[in-house]
């Protein structure tokens, strides 16, 4: 079974967006050679250059948790958090699995 991930984050004004970029692009590197990394998207909202949405698939639950707490990965969170315009909600992982049969649209 999969789990995705999704993060969204809406950066102050004050925030460096170049920085920012930078620092997200080091940790999808790193995130890339851990155990249970499937893939990663990363982009920006077209809108509002401020918010940037991160979505991610894992092996299981375990490895994005391990993730979650590798020590570069909680340091720059710990560098971003207090530029954050929002606070940033702590979601839980549900697993989803797939209906068995078929199933079919309505006709």
Same mark, same amino acid.
Request: a negative charge; glycine letters at 2%; proline letters at 10%.
């Given at each position: =079974?999969?789990?995705?991930? &999704?993060?969204?984050? *809406? #950066?102050?004004?004050?925030?460096? #967006? ?8 080091? =940790?999808?590197?790193?995130?890339? %050679?851990?155990?249970? &990394? *499937? ?6 909202? @077209?809108?509002? +250059?401020? !918010?940037?949405?991160?979505?991610? %698939? ?5 490895? !994005? *948790? ?12 710990d560098v971003w /958090?207090?530029? &954050? ?5 702590h979601r839980r ?5 797939? +209906? /068995?049969? %078929?199933?079919? @649209?309505? %006709?």
């Open positions: =079974m999969a789990i995705l991930s &999704y993060l969204r984050f *809406r #950066l102050s004004d004050q925030a460096d #967006l170049d920085a920012f970029a930078s620092d997200v692009a080091s =940790m999808r590197k790193l995130a890339a %050679e851990q155990p249970g &990394y *499937r893939w990663a998207e990363v982009g920006q909202d @077209p809108a509002d +250059p401020r !918010v940037w949405i991160v979505v991610s %698939e894992w092996d299981d639950v375990e490895q !994005v *948790r391990a993730w979650e707490h590798h020590p570069d990965h909680e340091a720059l969170y /958090e207090p530029h &954050y315009r929002e606070p940033f909600v992982f549900v697993p989803w699995v797939r +209906p /068995e049969g %078929e199933i079919r @649209p309505p %006709e």
